[in-house]
């Protein structure tokens, strides 16, 4: 889901090197219709549930499962810990910029009309409500 929202903003950066921002609606691509409907397929609501799958991800990938979790070491666990925490926080300042990103598009490049309500406080909350944990995979 926060890939495409990645997509639409690299086309429009790549856009905006050659292009006035008052002309990026212009195109069929990134017409004011598609940046409308980009910003009502990411609610708040949305990318909260985009955010709880990417924690299950994470801590499938980076978490110890149950028999690790056993058998490990304190030092594993504070180990595996960390690295969970790094992962984690690099994602939620990918999603922030990412967030901020749009904003300044639906200001620079579509004034009057279309907004991009999805705030960085609607992407940092689920960040901090979702961290997975290093103990146990869910």
Not at 7 to 14: K, L, N, P, S
Not at 35 to 43: P, Q, Y
Not at 56 to 80: N, S, T, Y
């Amino acid at each position: 889901m926060l890939t495409t929202l990645q997509d639409f903003g690299d086309g429009i950066d790549a856009l905006l090197r050659s292009t006035p921002a008052n002309e990026v609606s212009l195109h069929n691509a990134f017409s004011r219709s598609a940046f409308k409907r980009l910003a009502k397929e990411h609610t708040a609501k949305d990318v909260r549930k985009a955010i709880e799958v990417l924690s299950r991800r994470v801590q499938k990938h980076f978490g110890l499962d149950d028999d690790d979790a056993a058998a490990a070491q304190p030092q594993d666990i504070d180990e595996a810990a960390d690295v969970l925490a790094r992962v984690w926080k690099a994602c939620e300042e990918a999603a922030v910029r990412e967030a901020e990103r749009q904003q300044r598009i639906a200001r620079d490049c579509y004034a009057g009309g279309v907004a991009f309500e999805l705030s960085t406080e609607d992407v940092r909350r689920p960040f901090a409500a979702n961290a997975p944990s290093a103990g146990r995979r869910r």
